[in-house]
C-alpha cells in the first residue's frame, strides 16, 4: 500500500540551527502534503499544507519565515525550521494523500514523524 | 471552544472489558468522520472510518449522531494491545480539501 516516508526521525541539535524535514510519498504522487506538529500530551495541529508548484498554505499563527516549506516535486516536501529554539522541540508529523485511494479508505497517509529536541 | 473535543482520560480497563469514548466536533459542516489510533512516540494510524448508519470492525463499533453532532467507538473484549490514544478525527471541508482536525485524543490502557 501507499507509504509515507519521513526523514529524520529523530533530532537533537543546538538553539539556533537550522533544521530539514523530508517527507516523501513512496509510491503515489501527492500534490498536496499536510505538516502537523504536536507537542507532548496534546493533539496534531495542523502547521501548513504544502501545495506542489506553489506557495504552502499556513494555519493562523504559524509563522512562514520560521517554518519553510517547499514542495518541488509531486513526492517530496520538506519542512526547514529555521533558527530553532528550545520552544520548537516537538514531533513533527507529515501526510499526504492518495487520490487513487477512496476517501473514506485512507484521508491521508502518515509520516513516522520526526522527534525534534533542541538544546 | 475546540472543534473536536474528547474526554482526555486516561481509561484504565482490564481486559475482556468494553470501553466507550465519546467525542463532539462544533461545525455542523463536517462531512467526514474517523478515528485514529495513535501509540506512544508514534504517528496515528487510521482504525476506521464513522458512517452515520454506524460501523463495525470486529470488536471496534463506531456510530456518528449528526443531530447531536456526536461520534463514539466503542471496543469489546479489550485487549492488551488496545492500549494507546483514540484520536477522533473530522474533516470539515469537503473531500477535495482533505484537511483533517484532531481532537484531543482519549488515553486507554488496558491492564491484565
Known amino acids: 500500500g501507499a507509504v509515507v516516508s519521513q526523514h529524520p526521525s529523530w533530532v537533537i541539535c543546538k538553539s539556533g540551527t537550522s533544521v530539514k524535514i523530508e517527507c516523501r510519498s513512496l509510491?503515489?504522487?501527492?500534490?498536496?502534503m499536510f505538516w502537523y506538529r504536536q507537542f507532548p500530551k496534546q493533539s496534531l495541529m495542523l502547521m501548513a499544507t504544502?501545495?506542489?508548484?506553489?506557495?504552502?498554505?499556513?494555519e493562523q499563527g504559524v509563522e512562514k519565515d520560521k517554518f519553510l516549506i517547499n514542495h518541488a516535486s509531486l513526492t517530496l516536501s520538506t519542512l526547514t525550521v529555521t533558527s530553532a529554539h528550545p520552544e520548537d522541540s516537538s514531533f513533527y508529523i507529515c501526510?499526504?494523500?492518495?487520490?487513487?485511494?477512496?476517501?473514506?479508505?485512507?484521508?491521508?497517509?502518515f509520516g513516522d514523524g520526526t522527534r525534534l529536541s533542541i538544546l | 471552544r475546540k472543534e473536536v473535543e474528547q474526554d482526555p482520560g486516561p481509561f484504565n480497563v482490564p481486559e475482556g472489558a468494553t470501553v466507550a469514548f465519546n467525542c463532539t466536533y462544533s461545525n455542523s459542516a463536517s462531512q467526514s468522520f474517523f478515528w485514529y489510533r495513535q501509540d506512544c512516540r508514534k504517528e496515528p494510524k487510521l482504525l476506521m472510518s464513522?458512517?452515520?448508519s454506524g460501523n463495525e470492525d470486529g470488536r471496534f463499533t463506531a456510530q456518528l449522531n449528526r443531530a447531536s453532532q456526536y461520534i463514539s467507538l466503542l471496543i469489546r473484549d479489550s485487549k492488551l494491545s488496545d492500549s494507546a490514544t483514540y484520536l477522533c478525527?473530522?474533516?470539515?471541508?469537503?473531500?477535495?480539501?482533505?484537511?483533517?482536525?484532531f481532537g484531543g485524543g482519549t488515553r486507554l490502557m488496558v491492564k491484565p
Open positions: 509510491d503515489f504522487q501527492a500534490t498536496t
Open positions: 478525527v473530522v474533516n470539515s471541508g469537503n473531500n477535495a480539501g482533505n484537511m483533517l482536525t
Open positions: 504544502s501545495n506542489e508548484g506553489s506557495k504552502a498554505t499556513y
Open positions: 464513522v458512517y452515520s
Open positions: 501526510s499526504a494523500r492518495d487520490r487513487a485511494e477512496p476517501y473514506s479508505n485512507q484521508p491521508q497517509h
